[in-house]
């Protein structure tokens, strides 16, 4: 009897250790009920299948060892590629991979599956590239949710095979992009010649790169190399590509594993759409921001760009075939898969989102655009979880975006002044990522208050602390900002808590100045264990025409205002602390507030004469902000859609 | 997967193979050199010459310091003997070099060597010791890790007391499959008055891979074939079965087979372990003519 009381009391003791390491499932507070309470986009489900008959089928070398449906089954033959200076895995590694695939990187096949529309056409033209993984698990087939969806809404949607620069591979993300470039000629080849099923059916003005991980860079550096005549790295390498890509996705990509001459991969003047999930176990920071800032629009035409972070999305789960484990089939182990949106509603998010995107800009349906200005108006198509949304349309003029010098009261251009009233700290700095030692690479600015008085009454409030943004005549008659403006910017609140400000000095008193009548120091209250701050946040959005008269809106209405979203990725108690710099990934919402909502708010104000805007600190009575990218855009009315609870 | 573990288990049944060459394989010295050194290794039918590990030293140089840390082992073969052995390895630079000691305790019937095995499990009149010190330094070079150990071995009894230089070599891969050869103990004989023993020269060579998925377990195998100075054979194989349930965690159970070096050995052995992050706790089972050998190690990473 003893030695088995022994074992299980053993027994007990390892199953209370192991449960005590296991971290209880932790997540933010959902507040989607409220923010996703009421539906107003007047337009069809972009989730929802089309009218067209989907058809299949595969194009390829026909040759290929590994891959029965690209050797046995293609419809359309294609040649293969060198792509030997721009891949290579050198040594047995090399020999081994050649071996597996019965190839090198100089007879690279440009394979594809398709799903493809029946009828005449045009169809825009759609191509995703999954990202890196294990070579041997083919990842192509995972996007054939997308393709059923998109074909049967009139777009050609092709999966790309690049399985073959997957595995134990670094440094060949440029020549991911390039395979893009290879396949857009032999889609080309495809509608020019006569028997191809694609014979003239093909709308090559209309082509979109979708890309996922890795893929989600190559898409960025296919659209840089798509304008280059000669690749970076080597120039003895030609580019003739010019096709006409419209839009770029990318599903929670990586950035700068391949940097063209050692720079940032420069992308401009095309739409560009970012969707990327908070637990993340693979790609664990919101890495396509700094790709997501670069986009430039610089040809007067319209476009826009958008980023969502998806609360509870992870990596492999917007492909069937990399499913929840975002490390490999061994990564349960690790990752906590608990708190995982359901993979059918991270997916139904893709299929809305990038369907969405798709219509909007390669087929002009504008009445998808104001889901990327502010999601809550999609409310009904999206799954119930958190998302915090950026967003910039080509119209956007930048007056203060914390790059141009060290000067913190100087904007982005000239005319632009910036300045502080009872701030606690204000500072321009970069915004850091998750990940330890790692940053966006872009500015912004923090911005702390505490209206609280110092001393025995804890009621007692200053007047409220204010960042304010003025605006020279010129400036505002050179980028005709009216009526019909819109007043934009990302900010997003932190934990940081600055303390009580100086009670203002009596000067009244003779000898105030006297540090001898100084009261002693006082102790600090002690310090106790706090949990979130769940206490609603909010500010005040102020503008003063010339002539002095104010109008103020709250900052709520224009999209949920939420602390940074602590996520949890592993499983292991602490180990998240341990990898992560922080627990949340600081992402900035953009609001977009029109400013007629402010002449609404106040009829004697002049919106057509605006001197400045202020945020107020006036809602929350201490706090921290990080403020970024501040302008205005006379953004197209279609964006403009009434948002919910913004009382317009 | 299922192809090695086929032809594992074959192995496993042939290295069970009965065998009567005792007198030949009681001929060396010092007995230290002739036991499993470690819990892990021992779990596994002695089968280490290629396994990666923190005592890697004992069984095969050119392994020392793939894993970093220190390895701490006690056995007790019977109530008149035990054994000790305590081994560390680090990088240094292009280098990886180990430390390790293990010392054997047992009483002994008469004052001579070679020691019998019987002392594992016997009484004796008398008190015996065996002792093996080992500095070992190993590179890798077009591919290949390879090192050398430079061994003190020693052997006591009762008030004599005989030791001797000794040199280990050896070779192995760095794929997720590790082959590994191993030459040990070469060195001159040791003498104690008229008695004359040779060190047990052993040329293994084996291949091991663990961490191969099957289910939610992890499954690990290993096997060596080592021929002796007389010509003796001796395969061995083990097999490892591990679940990790959280990262960090990791249960393991082990059985091992091998065609026994010493006349007190028997073919079969098992173990098992425990991994709570940089800690892990071995215990293996050792079949003996006459009862069975404990071992406990800690490991160290």
Sequence with gaps: ?648 | MMRALRIGVAFMLASAWPVSLHAQREQYAPLVLQLPATARGAGLGGASVAVRDLDAIFANPALTGVASGTAMSLARFSEFAGMGAVAASSALGAFNVGIGVQFVDFEIAAQTIPVRSRVLTGSGVGAGASLAAAFALNTTFKGLRWGAAAKYVEDRVATARRGAPALDLGVATQGQTTYGIAVQNIGPAMDLGPARAELPLRVSAGAARFGVPVGPFDAGLSVSLSLLRGGFTSPAAGMEWAYTPLDGYNVAVRAGVRRPELREQQPFSGGASFTLDRFTLDYAIEDLARGAAHRLALRVR
């Excluded at chain 1, 296991?22 to 299948?49: C, I, K, M």
């Excluded at chain 1, 400036?475 to 400000?501: C, E, M, N, Q």
């Design chain 1, 1 to 648: 009897m003893q030695p088995r009381i022994a074992s299980l009391s053993a027994a007990l003791l390892a199953l209370t250790t192991l449960g005590a390491c296991v971290a209880p499932l932790r997540l933010a507070r959902d507040d989607s009920p409220t923010v996703l309470a009421q539906h107003l986009l007047d337009a069809p489900d972009p989730g929802q299948r089309g009218s067209f008959r989907v058809r299949t089928l595969y194009y390829g070398s026909g040759t290929d060892k590994r891959r029965a449906e690209f050797r046995d089954s293609v419809t359309l033959r294609t040649a293969t590629v060198d792509g030997s200076k721009l891949a290579d895995v050198p040594g047995p590694a090399g020999k081994d991979r050649a071996k597996y695939w019965g190839f090198d990187f100089k007879k690279m096949p440009v394979n594809g599956r398709v799903w493809y529309p029946e009828g005449d056409g045009p169809f825009p033209l759609v191509l995703i590239v999954h990202g890196n993984h294990n070579m041997r698990e083919f990842s192509d087939p995972g996007y054939g949710y997308l393709g059923e969806l998109l074909a049967s809404r009139g777009f050609i949607l092709a999966s790309v095979d690049e399985n073959f620069l997957n595995g134990a591979i670094g440094r060949e993300n440029d020549a991911r992009g390039w395979m893009l470039l290879q396949h857009l000629r032999q889609w080309r080849r495809f509608n020019d010649s006569t028997g191809s099923p694609f014979a003239g059916k093909i709308d090559l003005q209309r082509i979109a790169l979708m890309g996922h991980s890795r893929g989600g860079e190559a898409v960025a550096v296919a659209a840089a190399f798509n304008r280059l005549k000669h690749y970076p790295d080597d120039a003895t390498v030609r580019f003739d590509f010019g096709f006409d890509i419209r839009s770029l996705v990318a599903i929670a990509p990586v950035d700068g594993q391949y940097r063209p001459a050692d720079k940032p991969t420069p992308v401009e003047n095309v739409n560009y759409l970012l969707i990327h999930g908070s637990h993340d176990g693979d790609v664990s920071t919101f890495s396509g921001l700094p790709q997501y800032e670069r986009i430039r629009f610089t040809d007067g035409r319209p476009r826009f760009k958008a980023a969502i972070w998806v609360y509870r999305a992870n990596h492999g789960q917007w492909n069937t075939v990399w499913g929840n484990k975002d490390n490999g089939p061994r990564s349960g182990r690790f990752l906590d898969l608990r708190g995982l949106l359901p993979p059918q509603d991270q997916r139904r998010f893709a299929e809305v989102t990038l369907t969405a995107f798709l219509e909007a800009t390669l087929r002009d349906r504008r009445e998808y655009l104001p889901l990327f200005r502010d999601h809550r108006v999609a409310a009904g198509w999206l799954p119930k979880t958190m998302y915090v949304t950026r967003f910039q349309e080509s119209d956007f003029r930048s007056a203060a975006d914390f790059e141009e010098d060290v000067d913190v009261t100087t904007g982005s251009v000239g005319g632009v002044t910036l300045a502080g009233d009872s701030l606690a700290s204000w500072k321009e700095a970069v915004i850091p990522f998750r990940s330890r030692n790692s940053n966006m690479a872009h500015n912004a600015v923090w911005l702390g208050w505490n209206n609280r008085i110092a001393g025995d009454d804890t009621t007692r409030l200053g007047r409220p602390a204010a960042f304010a943004i003025s605006l020279g005549d010129s400036l505002r008659s050179a980028w005709r900002i009216d009526r019909g403006s819109t007043l934009v910017f990302s900010l997003a609140p932190t934990d940081a808590k600055p303390g009580p400000r100086a009670a203002p000095r009596d000067t009244s008193k003779a000898g105030a100045d006297s540090a001898t009548r100084r009261p002693p120091p006082r102790r600090p209250p002690p310090r106790r264990p706090a949990g979130p701050d769940t206490t609603a946040f909010d500010l005040s959005l102020e503008v003063v025409d010339a002539a002095g008269t104010a109008a103020r809106v709250p900052l709520s209405r224009y999209g949920a205002v939420r602390r940074p979203l602590e996520s949890y990725i592993y499983r292991r108690s602490g180990r998240d602390k341990l990898r992560f710099a922080s627990l949340s990934e600081l992402v900035l919402q953009t609001y977009s507030v029109p400013l007629a909502d402010f002449a609404a708010a106040a009829p004697a104000l002049d919106p057509d004469r605006i001197a400045t805007v202020r945020f107020v600190f006036d809602r929350t009575p201490v706090g921290t902000i990080v403020l970024d990218n501040i302008g205005f855009s006379r953004m197209s009315a279609d964006f403009l859609i009434t948002a919910p609870g913004n009382g317009r």
